[in-house]
């Protein structure tokens, strides 16, 4: 028992240091965002809700958050289309590389190619590397925000003359977030992918599909650029709570947990390989598995109440209409709480993933 105790308070010292050196660099990128941002000039997202910044209030489809109280911390306390209470990682992630606080949503018409030269974000909530995962809530699919990003690339070619925006496309950091939809929205839960692959082989799918997107990408100028691992999706409060449901004890779902742990495994695999293959290319794998798990695992360590529950409504299964201003059970105060809503984290924790982000794995392309 002393050794178990010994090993526990071991443990516990070792969470405060590095709960203490997270917060640390929080500030040091605070205070060096100019001097980080050297040459990237912009940052192009394409991804899922994790990332999407608004694109998806343009379109038809249920999958919305362009209300309250979405946006509730969010400068002007305005709902932006974020799948938050406030700011998404990517935002994080251009504020700490000195170029803009927030990257626009491609779609939205109150922003033109002057916003957008210096980042824009194509991503639709909802989507995966599967075409097939767009269709469920009829979503933009992963082809379309390329297509997007074609029609983008003519008006920055126009807008800056053809060579320095050759250059410029050269030099932006293309951040890929995806993934997590193709197993919680389509194969774990419909049947169509279930019955024609396998676990493995579906994912094995997905990451064909992935190395195709970033062969695209390379073909059209981009050479800096990672990919985005898969969080620990067996932990969200959705997942946790839909096992309660069925007699469940309410814990993470470690089934899901260990197929995100293989995939991001695969995506590692694939970034060596297109580094090998590709030539000028600086690609990296960015991992939010470790660090959002920490959290959840260990809350207090990084100034949260509540991991197993979200923010909006009673935590459990609310995401997009379901919370709503009308829920009489939101929290008053989101800084408490690891999750926003049932699938998505809160401004505060996505600045800790995006500060763990920055420094671990996407310290490569600062200067």
């Known amino acids: 028992m002393e050794k178990l105790g010994c090993l526990t308070l071991l443990t516990m010292l070792m969470l405060m240091c590095n709960n203490l050196l997270i917060e640390k660099k929080i500030v040091e990128g605070k205070n060096e965002n100019k001097r980080v941002g050297g040459g990237v000039p912009g940052i192009i997202v394409f991804g899922d809700s994790s990332v999407d910044s608004g694109n998806n209030n343009h379109i038809s489809t249920i999958l919305k958050s362009d209300f309250a109280p979405y946006g509730r911390d969010f400068e002007g306390g305005k709902a932006t289309g974020r799948f938050s209470n406030g700011k998404i990682v990517t935002d994080f ?6 170029i803009k606080p927030t990257i626009p ?3 939205d018409p109150s922003y033109n190619i002057t916003h957008f ?3 824009v974000c194509f991503a639709s909530a909802g989507t995966g590397y599967d075409n097939a995962t767009s269709d469920v809530f009829s979503v933009i699919p992963l082809w379309k925000e390329l297509q997007y990003y074609k029609e983008y690339q003519k008006k920055l070619r126009d807008y800056l003359g053809p060579s320095k925006a050759n250059h410029t496309i050269s030099q932006f950091l293309y951040l890929v977030s995806l993934g997590t939809n193709d197993f919680l929205e389509n194969y774990f839960l419909l ?5 024609q692959f396998s676990q ?3 994912q094995n799918f997905l990451a064909r599909a992935a190395e195709g997107f970033v062969r695209e990408l390379y073909a059209l100028g981009a050479r800096k650029m990672s990919i985005g691992g898969l969080p620990p999706m067996g932990c969200l409060p959705l997942e946790r709570s839909s096992r309660l449901i069925f007699g469940g004890t309410g814990e993470c779902v470690e089934k899901y947990n260990r197929v995100a742990r293989d995939f991001n495994a695969k995506l590692m695999g694939l970034v060596k390989t297109m580094n090998e293959e590709l030539k000028g290319i ?3 794998f960015s991992n939010p598995f470790d660090i959002l798990y920490d959290m959840i695992l260990h809350p207090s360590y990084f100034g949260f109440s509540n991991s197993r529950r979200a923010c909006c409504g009673t935590g459990r299964f609310e995401m997009g209409f379901m919370c709503s201003k009308m829920n009489p059970f939101t929290c008053s105060d989101a800084n408490k709480y690891v999750f926003w809503d049932a699938f998505h984290p809160t401004h505060k924790a ?13 310290s490569v ?3």
């Open 93 to 98: 992630i251009s504020e700490a590389f000195g």
């Open 105 to 107: 949503a491609y779609l």
């Open 117 to 119: 030269a210096s980042g």
């Open 191 to 195: 049947p169509p992918r279930s019955s």
């Open 200 to 202: 493995q082989d579906y």
């Open 282 to 284: 600086q690609i990296v």
């Open 350 to 362: 996505n600045s800790i993933i995006a500060n763990h982000i920055v420094h671990t794995y996407l």
């Open 365 to 367: 392309f600062l200067p």
